[in-house]
């Protein structure tokens, strides 16, 4: 009897909690990057705007690092999440290249010419 519940209760939270921890790093890694500046797509340089986006993987995975743990109930290996860092460093490198090409393609950067040139700020002394 208490082998039928248990793989009832198993059945019933099939996998769920793998899409909740996955809404969790995604939400996570939404939060801190808007935090830390990441989407100021064409308005950092793209080292800027990378290193923000970095700062924010390295704090996310360093986080779910803890919560797997804890999930786990002892230390799990970290190999694998340096792996998925590794891979989430090449995706973050990518994407910062090909939305700053993107953004530039579509909103290219204006000429200055004499006559749409703003003029100094007059001098306060």
Known sequence: MVHCIQRRDRSAFYRRGNWVLVLIYAVLFLIILK?????????????????SQILSLGFVNTITYFQISLIGRHLMPVKPLLWMTLIDLVLLICWAVLSNRFYFWLYPPRGSSSSTAVSPPPSWS
Not at 38 to 49: E, N, W
């Open 35 to 51: 935090a830390s500046g990441g989407y100021k797509v064409g308005y950092l340089k793209r080292g800027d705007m990378l290193y």
